[in-house]
């Protein structure tokens, strides 16, 4: 690990209940979250977890509901303070902040993004998006200025004097995005944020999220129970269940080697022509141009649809030189052997 | 028959002995305090008398049509205005109306911030809740006399009567609305760093102001119901007819002036309820919170 993490969490533990600390020792002591619920009553949201996200990077944490994964990414803002652990953001105690220090932190460093969206019912799309702002105190003419330009990008122009409850869940997702985007923060933090929308437009959205990316470069925490989801977008995956992170990795790494049963069992269903990466089974070396050529980086189901028409795919790397070549069989011998002894 | 156990009678002589105390004590005081409320109740009563006729018609019914956006509604409230006005009960609606808008105005000053703090503070909901259930219940009676010992005859203890007796729905529903706004909408807004004064003018009040309005509502009808009541003790009005009427046995009287308690009632209720509506629609509440 070269740089300092942006986001990084150390043993943090959240129980819920009347008097958290002695669940604490308890759960410390080996109880598990069954236990410290017939026990006490107490509910363990998460259990000594540990995180740390790098400057860029989209790391998704996944998790059936009820595994905790809402209440992991409330403790980075800390909408929700931990019971015990650490927090640092940029290298800063988050645990440590006073209230008005804990404000201008939300205000300026991290922005987000909710799976019901959060809108404000009584105002405009365009005072929506201006909203974070003007809790930051930024001027009307200014805010408003910025507010319009984030709904053209996220492509709600026209949108701007509607009123959230006319627009249809994406488009209410999507002024969401632009409110948090808007606040120009390098943290963006995305509780479940396609969830409630259909799978059409999630995947528009998850597209539409890589897009901006590419320009953007903001270190993302993207929360999410969609296991594809997950391995669509994310650069890390951590892997929750009932609180306890179970594995982090790659997605392809996660795939490939799923820590346990629980990870395997999602892992089962994956669409492995979303996570092999066309360069990790291409013929490398010097051939002649091919006609149509993808990025390294490309997935074998990016390639899939051109092999209707073309034998040959080239393989590029950043600058666009070929580096190498790929053909429908060693895609389909790929995705052949990753299926699991299970299925075939 | 219950046994008795204690004499209440030194209690009660304890209470009689302590409200003469304070009339004769603070009386002056008290009656100073409450000179605010009686100068507003004559301004706007003054004010309205003031207005010719056909221009509080003409303002009630086009405030009637900006609330609905209806002619029915305005249509209602012009014929409504007008029956009043030709059974010559228009200078004691006036005077009723003057009281009900002087308590209501009271109401809102002073339910509104409570209701808000009723929301935020647990333990005072604890306490205000039976003070209200209280205000509610208790027969004005009971209190209007004391009122009426402090304050004299007169339009000050009438006033306090239907303030304590129309304030309770307002503080309720206020404090309801605070509490029902959308804690995702909340979360929200805590997340982009508002403070708990941006939160409140910000999210909350707004959110919560259809809740607000149908409490305003309320506070106006019961302010209404209150009016006979009130005329006992010198508050005039059409409370005064009805009471009139049922002395002399004129029932035409009571009857007529009864039905115009009636009429003003449904003016208030629908136009505040048109607004109330408007504001929802204007939210879109209902569909937000599916």
């Known amino acids: 690990m ?19 600390q002695s669940a604490l020792e308890a759960v410390r002591a080996g109880q598990t979250k069954a236990e410290a619920l017939a026990n006490s009553g107490h509910v363990v949201g998460l259990n000594d977890v540990s995180i740390s996200v790098q400057r860029s990077e989209i790391f998704v944490v996944m998790g059936l509901s009820g595994s905790g994964k809402s209440t992991l990414i409330r403790h ?51 005072n929506n998006v201006a909203y974070g702002l003007e809790v930051r105190g930024v001027a009307k003419q200014d805010r408003l200025d910025l507010a319009s330009q984030w709904i053209d990008t996220v492509g709600l122009s026209g949108y701007e004097n509607s009123r959230p409850f006319e627009l249809s869940g994406g488009q209410q997702q999507r002024v969401g995005l632009a409110r948090a985007l808007s606040m120009d923060t390098d943290i963006l933090l995305m509780d479940e944020a396609f969830s409630a929308l259909d799978p059409l437009i999630r995947s528009g959205m998850q597209d539409e999220l890589l897009n901006l990316q590419q320009t953007l470069h903001k270190t993302i925490l993207f929360i999410t129970h969609d296991f594809d989801e997950a391995i669509r977008i994310g650069d890390k995956i951590a892997v929750l269940n009932d609180g306890v992170v179970v594995q982090t990795g790659s997605p392809g790494e996660i795939v490939l080697n799923p820590a346990d049963d629980y990870v395997a069992e999602f892992v089962s269903d994956v669409n492995k022509a979303r996570v092999i990466h066309v360069d990790s089974i291409m013929q490398r070396g010097e051939f002649e141009p091919c006609d149509v050529s993808v990025q390294a980086a490309s997935r074998c189901e990016d390639v899939l649809p051109i092999f209707a028409e073309h034998e040959w795919v080239g393989v590029t790397d950043d600058d666009d030189k070929q580096i190498g070549r790929v053909t429908s069989k060693q895609v389909i011998a790929a995705l052949a052997r990753y299926t699991p002894a299970s299925r075939s | ?23 004769v004590n603070w009386g002056d005081g008290l009656e100073a ?3 605010p409320l009686l100068t507003l109740l004559l301004w706007i009563e003054h004010l309205l008398l003031a207005t010719p006729w056909w221009l509080i018609i003409l303002l009630l019914t086009g405030l009637a049509y900006l609330a609905s956006r209806r002619l029915q509604l305005a249509a209602l409230v012009c014929f409504s205005l007008v ?20 308590a209501t105005l009271t109401a809102i000053a002073t339910s509104i911030p409570v209701g808000i703090a009723m929301a935020r503070w647990r333990w005072l909901r604890n306490i205000v809740t039976p003070v209200l259930d209280l205000m509610q219940t208790l027969p004005s009676f009971v209190y209007l ?31 309801l609305g605070i509490r029902l706004v959308d804690p995702d909408v909340m979360e929200a807004s805590r997340a982009f760093g508002a403070s708990p004064r941006q939160r409140l003018f910000g999210v909350q009040i707004p959110l ?23 005329s006992m003790i010198g508050a005039g009005g059409l409370g005064y007819q009805v009471l009139q009427g049922i002395g002399r046995l004129e029932v035409s009287r009571g009857l007529f002036a009864g ?13 505040t309820q048109a607004f109330g509506r408007q504001l929802q629609e204007r939210i879109g509440l209902q569909d937000t919170r599916t």
């Open chain 1, 2 to 20: 070269s740089e300092q993490p942006i986001i990084e969490m150390r043993g943090v533990t959240k129980i819920f209940g009347l008097d958290p």
């Open chain 1, 76 to 126: 980075v803002n800390r909408l929700i303070d931990p019971t015990a652990g650490e927090i640092f953001v940029n290298g800063e105690d988050v645990l440590s902040m006073s209230r008005e220090q804990l404000s201008e932190f939300r205000r300026t460093k991290v922005a987000m993004v909710f799976q019901k969206f959060g809108l404000l019912p009584h105002r405009s799309v365009l």
């Open chain 2, 83 to 102: 029956f009043l006005g030709v059974m010559g009960l228009w200078e004691d609606s006036i005077k009723t109306t003057a009281l009900m808008l002087t």
């Open chain 2, 208 to 230: 919560a102001m259809p809740t607000i309005l149908a409490g305003i509502n309320q506070t106006t009808m019961m302010a209404l119901a209150m009016v006979v009541i009130a």
């Open chain 2, 1 to 23: 028959m219950f046994p008795e156990i204690i004499d209440t009678r030194p209690l009660r002589n304890w209470v009689d002995d302590g409200l003469e105390w304070v009339v």
């Open chain 2, 145 to 175: 006399i004391p009122a009426v010992m402090i304050f004299g005859p007169g339009k000050v203890p009438a006033l306090l009567a239907t303030i304590i007796y129309a304030s309770p729905p307002l503080v309720r529903l206020t404090d």
């Open chain 2, 33 to 35: 305090a409450a000179s």
């Open chain 2, 259 to 271: 039905l115009g308690i009636v009429v003003l009632a449904i003016i208030f209720d629908r136009v």
